[in-house]
């Protein structure tokens, strides 16, 4: 059972970055010696950014003149990237332009996905979108011990207690990871929730 993902860091007051757009703030912080990410991005066949996100890429990564930094960290899982302006493409990177109705780029990801899980790495406005159209099933937080009083929101669309579950919860290094069903699945309850999201081994 496939799933589309939310997986991102944040500071404990909710900003996946600072009012400036960085996140600087967020490398100062112990990682421990474990790598979350590497682990999640393995079950990830598809994902999808913004056009900030990726932009904010580009610049800390280098990646068009060191396009291998995306390579290392990506490979060739393709992605998509929503923008309404032309932007740089990392050479030889299998990366796809796109704007218009999220619905039918989650089913180009789907099937470009080959039953693995669909990542949408952000930002905010975008995953909302997925949220609107009921096509998101799990959030994966890295809570930071940073608060930074103002800046990018988590999600700009609203979630109550009856759209999410608490499945797993991990402490790495200095993050507290918080792993939630969402929409229909949350609404099995707790336990039947944690099971389904369980199917496809998460972040345990």
Not at 38 to 64: K, P
Not at 126 to 150: H, K, N, R, T, Y
Not at 184 to 195: P, T
Request: charged share 20%; glycine share 10%; with cysteine.
């Amino acid at each position: 059972m496939a799933k589309t993902q939310y997986y991102t860091a944040t500071s404990i007051d909710g900003y996946i970055a600072d009012e400036n757009n960085s996140l600087e703030w967020l490398f100062e912080v112990d990682e421990g010696t474990e790598n979350p990410f590497g682990e999640f991005f393995e079950g990830v066949g598809a994902f999808a950014m913004g056009a900030t996100t990726y932009e904010w890429i580009l610049e800390h990564d280098n990646l068009v003149e060191e396009p291998e930094n995306w390579h290392d960290m990506y490979g060739d899982v393709p992605c998509w990237v929503f923008t309404h302006r032309d932007l740089p493409l990392v050479p030889d990177a299998n990366i796809f332009m796109i704007s218009g109705d999220v619905r039918r780029v989650h089913e180009a990801m789907t099937v470009a996905a080959q039953g693995r899980n669909v990542w949408l790495a952000g930002g905010g406005n975008l995953v909302g979108q997925f949220v609107a159209e009921g096509l998101l099933d799990e959030i994966i937080l890295g809570i930071v011990p940073a608060i930074l009083g103002s800046g990018v929101p988590i999600l700009r669309h609203r979630l109550l207690v009856n759209d999410l579950v608490l499945t797993n919860m991990r402490e790495v290094g200095q993050f507290a990871y918080l792993t939630y069903a969402v929409g229909d699945v949350a609404r099995l309850g707790r336990h039947l929730a944690s099971e389904a999201v369980t199917r496809i081994p998460v972040l345990h």
